[in-house]
Structures are given as C-alpha cells and as structure tokens.
C-alpha cells in the first residue's frame, strides 16, 4: 500500500464521492447529509452479495463507521433532550400527587357505593321479575277474553242463522238479539279493557336505571366481561393458534434457550444462531 492511499478494507469515502460541503458547525444538518450520502453508497453495495475476503473487511468498517454517525447522533440527542426530561420530570413530580390523589378517592367513592348499588340493582331485578309475572298473567286473560268475545259473536251469528231457517215470532227475535249484542259488547269491551292493562303491564316490566347522584354526577353499575377460567389446559389448546399466544410462548422458550442451564421442556429445542456483529 503507498504513502496516502487509502487501506484495501476502507470503503469508499463519501466526501470525496459525494463532494459534500464544508462542515456547517449544525451537528444535525453535518450528520444528516453525511449519512445520506452513506447510505446511497451503502444501498448499491447491498444489492450484491460479498463474494470477497475485502469486501467483506469493507462491510465491518462501513458498519463501524456507520454506527459513528449514531453514536454521534444519540450522543447530540441525549444533550439536547435533557433540559426536556427534566422540565417534564419536573412537571410530573408537581402534579403527581394532586392528580394521583384525586383519582384515587374518586375511585374508592365510587367502590364505596358499589354495595349499595348492587341492592339497588336486585331489588330492580326483583320487580322486573315480579311486573313480568303480572304482564304474562294479564296477557293471557287479555287473549282469553278476546276469545271469550270472538266465540260470543259466533254463536250470535249462529242462533240468528238458525232462526231466520225457521222464521220464529218478530218480538221473540228482536229481544233475543237485543240480549245477544249487549253480551256481545260486554265482551269486546272486557278484551279491550284486559288489552290495555296487558300493555301497560308490559312497559311496568322493562328496565329502570339504576343511579346514584344527579344529572352530571351519576354513579351507575356497568357491567364488564370478565374471564372465569375453567379448565386452563384445554383452554391453552383452543387458544394455542391465537397470534398473542405464539407471541408469548416464542417469547418464553428465547428466554429458556438462552440459559443454558436450563432445562428444555417438550417442543422445543436449543440451537445455535450466529450473527454479525
């Protein structure tokens, strides 16, 4: 190698290839520009596999030189951010507590009336129980009144069609029909009356809200899905497939595999993985 010639493992100088200007004395604007110039380079070399002894010498330097350029930039960044931190550090360690402390007894309030609203919430699941009963019995008397009037209007028409076969006397006729429309109308009007209590009934039976407090400051039961595990291993095969589960038993079995004192449960099994660096 002459005097003044670059090394063979030394990769291609971007400065020189690039012809970048002066340094600005803007850390961020200097980095910025020497690493796209770096990278441009970088790319053209990645399109082709090392098939050399040098080439491979170039791709460590270029990879050192590279993590130059980020050590640099972290270095800058942690200068930079510090002031941030610490006013935001500040910021916390101010409202902290003022914030924590609020929650915190808004919280255990609203545990405190748990048991309360939970009464409140039998007590209305009780009489939704009860008004049910009420609507389901009125309801059937409602139809069996309404049978009770249909049947009345049948068997009028009926006896009027029998009659008039065998032509009785006009006065008879006329009081007997009289008799028949009035049990009629009673009956109709008993269906009406029966349908109208069946509906009512039935809006007694719906749902009431359950609250404490006023409009703003309410405090109501929610209800929450929660998991009841009851047979965990046939659960852990239903669910095996699931991407969190495969996420975390990869996650577990790295972990084994990199203590080799440890013992390697059924399924896996430790193997080497070498890699640059």
Known sequence: MLAGEPWPDEPPSVSREHNLPAKTGDLHKDLTLELAAEKETVEGFLKKP???QEQA???GVWAKRLAGIATKADEQFNVEKRPWLD?????DDKWRDLRTDAKDLAKKLKKHGEAWLKELDRLEQ???RKAREDADRIRREAEAAEQRAA???????EKAQREADTSPGLASSFAQ??????????AEAEARQLAQRAAEAAREAQARPVFAGRTGAKMSL???WVANITDYDALVVALKDEPEVREAIEKIAGRIARNKDAALPAGMERVPDKRAA
């Open 57 to 59: 010498d170039q791709a």
């Open 151 to 157: 049947d009345v209007a049948r068997a009028a028409e």
């Open 177 to 186: 029909e009289s008799d028949q429309e009035a049990r009629r109308l009673e």
């Open 222 to 224: 929610h209800t929450y």
């Open 87 to 91: 006013g935001g550090n500040a910021v």
């Open 50 to 52: 090392i098939s050399t």
């Open 126 to 128: 009780e009489r939704q």
